[in-house]
């Protein structure tokens, strides 16, 4: 018997005995090293998203690890392949699929929200979903390839050019993996971020901040772009005032990128759309050559995946990392560790 991190109820998560089964035709049994857990298990884990999962619920989609057992049918794969997972599953059939926006299908099945996740000792995914890691790449960086992945589709859908400057606004760590991805492909970036922590470690990292709360940010990129202002806003804060910072930023036919999930209508400024003629795009997920970029980006060192990494903990105490990032500023990634054998169920 394997273990699995369970979530049951708001705030509420629990460590039971599981079975893996076998894999069926066109599937690969997985054991997960390492999983991250994001802003999207958060909203999960605090009761947010009861009408969309379906308690109890594996959580987990940010993970690396390696092949276990292969289904039959499936080719190219073999027990010990180190690899990382695209958690997404497509009807092929929807309008959007049938566009070739199969990454936003209108029925999409995104693995580890609306099926079984990573954080168990055992997953069985469909093998379409697998992608390769290089041996060389440790497995708790490779556990950043998926929230990487996320930064280099955004980029690609704000179309960031060489020379344009890029504000992003929120330096969580999918702000500044995409302030990273942003300044790999040679935009000029400043990240404004609230807390001092996060700061520091953009600052650590080469990037250069701004404090919101005792910056006048507009005057400061008006400064900066000589009276352009931006060519290229993210919004990753998901606040009402990250919303307003984005867009107050944007010089004439800026692009402002739409990141953050914000559950709540918010007050936008159309009328500096209109006078400015801005664009606003959404950015959702990605695909596999999002995917693929990532892999490299992070085993090449572009993006210091370890540098992240404020903390791993145990798959029995996958709890206590829900709670330590409830606090929010003080930590970045933190990952669960789903490779050590000796972990029990707690009486």
């Not at 998560?13 to 857990?37: D, M, S």
């Not at 008006?222 to 931006?230: L, R």
């Amino acid at each position: 018997m394997t273990i699995a991190v369970r979530y049951t109820a708001a705030f509420t998560l629990e460590t039971v005995h599981a079975g893996a089964g076998c894999p069926g035709p066109g599937e690969v049994e997985l054991a997960p090293a390492y999983v991250g857990i994001c802003g999207t298990d958060l909203h999960i884990f605090h009761g947010d998203m009861d009408a969309r999962v379906s308690a109890p619920a594996v959580l987990g989609h940010e993970m690396s690890g390696r092949v276990v057992r292969v289904g039959p049918g499936v080719e190219g794969w073999s027990p010990g392949d180190a690899v990382t997972v695209m958690p997404l599953r497509w009807d092929g059939t929807c309008p959007a699929c049938r566009a070739g926006h199969q990454h936003v299908c209108q029925h999409l099945d995104f693995i580890g929200i609306d099926s079984p996740g990573a954080m168990q000792q055992r997953w069985i995914v469909p093998a379409a979903a697998l992608i390769r890691l290089p041996g060389s790449l440790p497995l708790d960086q490779a556990a950043l390839v998926e929230p990487t992945a996320v930064a280099v589709h955004d980029v690609a859908r704000a179309a960031v050019r060489e020379g344009e400057r890029v504000v992003v606004v929120g330096g969580g760590p999918v702000g500044i993996l995409i302030a990273l991805v942003a300044q790999a492909a040679g935009a000029g970036v400043r990240v404004v971020e609230l807390s001092a922590h996060r700061r520091a470690l953009a600052g650590e990292l080469g990037l250069e901040t701004w404090d919101p709360a005792a910056d006048d940010v507009p005057r400061l990129v008006s400064e900066w772009t000589s009276d352009a202002g931006a060519d290229v806003a993210f919004e990753v804060s998901g606040a009402a005032a990250g919303v307003q910072t984005a867009v107050d930023v944007l010089g004439v036919r800026g692009r402002l990128c739409l990141v953050a999930i914000h559950p709540h209508p918010r007050e936008v400024n159309l009328h500096r759309f209109f006078w400015r003629e801005l664009t606003l795009v959404g950015a959702r997920l990605y695909d596999r050559s999002d995917f693929e970029r990532a892999v490299a980006l992070v085993a090449d060192g572009t993006i210091p995946a370890g540098r992240l990494i404020s903390k791993i903990v145990p798959l029995i105490e996958a709890h206590t990392a829900f709670h330590a990032l409830e606090g929010g500023g003080d930590v970045m990634k933190i990952l669960v560790d789903c490779t050590d054998d000796t972990q029990g169920v707690a009486a």
